[in-house]
């Protein structure tokens, strides 16, 4: 089984976000915030080597289930105006 098949795999056994060690306190902020980094950065890497990106909908599925909507919309303006304050 490869890479993007077990991603597949998780990604259809997903229901929560999972314990993540680097944030183990109740407050999600920074883990919602990590997560839609890691989400653009892996697609931009990827896209980069003209991968599939398939592997960064982990990250798409748990900032999702994370970040307020109206966060995640405030922040894909942002990317789209050029004035976003994460390095991507």
């Not at 960064?56 to 748990?62: Q, S």
């Amino acid at each position: 089984q490869n890479m993007a098949e077990d991603i597949k795999d998780k990604l259809e056994r997903y229901r929560t976000a999972p314990f993540d060690a680097r944030f183990p306190n109740q407050n999600q902020t920074k883990n919602c915030w990590q997560n839609y980094l890691d989400f653009h950065r892996c697609q931009k890497a990827l896209t980069a080597r003209g991968a599939d990106i398939t592997p960064c909908d982990w990250y798409k599925r748990v900032y999702k289930s994370l970040c307020p909507v109206s966060w995640v919309t405030k922040w894909d303006e942002q990317r789209e105006e050029g004035n976003f304050p994460g390095k991507i």
